[in-house]
């Protein structure tokens, strides 16, 4: 769980098992009696946490040192992608040398399209979900909750607020899982999920894309993808058997 105990991680991540009710997505949603995930078992799901100083989220040593564990090897912000495309193409187009110092910006975008987006290309974002903040917001948020996966790890840093993201176990029931501020959590390629806030209504979180910066989500079912298929091989069936010989062992 990166450097820092679970108890400390546990202060700002919790999980539970979540109940059927179609009340309002942003209650909590115990079972009764409420039955909580730990970290660990998380893990299990493919599911990684960490927690981290987000008021220094910009010069944050800690957060490179977990991305570089990760092999990213470079970020690129997303405010300033489309930017470095326009300065690559012309490069490009007058044969500028991009070893030039004059044109430094534009050599992160270049790995990347020279690399074909490899997967340790890294790109970040910031968005904020609230009603105040978030374009078309009511659209938005429908559709964050809407379950789905993606084809690469899914990175989330809450930099302020807090929110949920709920994930499926290896019997498929919901698991939520509760972030706050300075909780990072990495979901992995394949598995399905959703997103929705607390009654808090805000969040504000640093959005970490492999390669292109537009993420596809493939709303369930969804199962003939390949990254569905090896998430289920490795995880889920892995998952499964352990429950059996826990159970066996009784």
Not at 108 to 128: G, N, T
Not at 159 to 173: L, M, N, P, T
Request: net charge negative; aromatic share 12%.
């Amino acid at each position: 769980m990166g450097s820092f105990c679970k108890d400390y991680v546990g202060e700002i991540i919790q999980a539970w098992y979540m109940d059927d009710s179609n009340e309002d997505q942003r209650l909590p949603h115990h079972r009764n009696p409420e039955e909580y995930v730990t970290l660990d078992q998380l893990a299990e799901l493919g599911v990684l946490s960490w927690r981290l100083d987000a008021d220094n989220y910009e010069t944050d040593e800690e957060l490179k040192k977990i991305l570089q564990a990760r092999g990213y090897s470079y970020m690129v912000c997303r405010a300033s992608l489309y930017q470095s495309i326009v300065h690559l193409s012309l490069s490009l187009f007058f044969s500028i040398n991009l070893c030039d110092s004059r044109y430094i910006d534009c050599v992160p975008i270049a790995c990347i399209i020279r690399s074909k987006l490899k997967p340790q290309a890294l790109v970040q974002d910031m968005i904020e979900v609230c009603p105040e903040k978030l374009p078309n917001y009511e659209e938005k948020i429908k559709n964050f909750f809407e379950e789905h996966l993606h084809t690469d790890e899914e990175i989330r840093y809450c930099i302020a607020g807090s929110g949920y993201f709920d994930v499926r176990g290896c019997d498929d029931a919901w698991i939520r899982i509760w972030v706050k501020k300075g909780a990072v959590i990495a979901l992995p390629a394949g598995i399905y999920h959703r997103f929705t806030l607390d009654t808090n209504n805000y969040i504000k979180a640093m959005r970490l894309f492999v390669g292109e910066p537009v993420r596809t989500p493939y709303n369930r079912p969804h199962d003939h993808l390949p990254a569905r298929k090896e998430y289920v091989e490795t995880f889920v069936q892995k998952g499964a058997t352990n429950q059996a010989v826990d159970a066996a062992g009784a």
